[in-house]
């Protein structure tokens, strides 16, 4: 079936540091990749997506690589600010399967210190 | 995109009442979804809103708990039927777009807390 392991956390870096949250998945059949951001007390907002293997997902400094190889799509940035501060979530989607919904991953909390 | 508004955003409700939770989309969506985000955790689907007629559920969610109407392309409600604090959880609306590659988007949900 379809699944979403994403870093656990929470995480806590100090503003302008490197940032890496962790996901990979399993699915049965070609899935498309997402990161979803949840700002305090927002809803979900599409953050990057890729659609397919070596594509590279990129949005307000965040990138992440579909790697079919590892069946990874890590979140990355160089340099994060205070107002990253939020819930990442890894997601991804096989409609090819008939499944039409996302799932999810378990979220990682950031928060970026000044 | 879609521009999705849910209401209410927030509530604080009695163990044993139900309420109805709406959204409306700004335009015409392939499908609409209700998920469930419980305290500190990931996101649940709940059920595929499905128009004029019966949602589709997910396993370990019923009719009974969480009636779905969806009367037209734009517009869906969820209702959160006998609710006890175990129910006590942000509730999203979310809606997949003609023409994009899978993804959805998110109303802001509404959060409710069962007294």
């Known amino acids: 079936g379809n699944s979403v392991t994403q870093m656990e956390g929470p995480v806590t870096l100090s503003e302008e540091a490197f940032l890496t949250i962790n996901c990979t998945y399993t699915?049965?059949?070609?899935?498309?990749l997402f990161w979803y951001v949840q700002y305090p007390g927002e809803g979900l907002q599409l953050l990057l997506k890729?659609?397919?293997?070596?594509d590279k997902g990129s949005n307000k400094g965040f990138e992440a690589t579909y790697r079919k190889e590892t069946t990874s799509f890590h979140l990355e940035k160089g340099s994060v600010q205070v107002s990253d501060s939020a819930v990442y979530f890894c997601a991804l989607s096989d409609p090819r399967t008939g499944a039409n919904n996302l799932f999810f991953g378990t979220g990682t909390r950031l928060t970026v210190i000044p | 995109s879609a521009v999705i508004s849910q209401k209410p955003s927030r509530d604080i409700c009695q163990r044993g009442t139900s309420l109805t939770i709406q959204c409306q989309v700004d335009s015409q969506v392939t499908m609409m979804f209700w998920y469930r985000q419980q305290p500190g955790q990931s996101l649940t689907l709940i059920a595929t809103?499905?128009?004029?007629?019966?949602?589709?559920?997910e396993s370990g969610f019923v009719i009974d708990k969480f009636p779905i109407s969806r009367p037209n392309l734009t517009f869906s409600t969820l209702t959160v039927s006998n609710m006890s604090p175990e129910d006590s959880s942000i509730y999203l609306c979310?809606?997949?777009?003609?023409?994009?590659?899978?993804?959805?988007?998110f109303g802001e949900g509404s959060r409710l807390t069962v007294l």
């Open positions: 890729a659609t397919k293997a070596d």
């Open positions: 699915a049965t059949g070609y899935p498309s």
């Open positions: 809103a499905n128009q004029g007629s019966e949602a589709t559920y």
């Open positions: 979310s809606v997949r777009v003609a023409g994009l590659t899978g993804e959805l988007f």
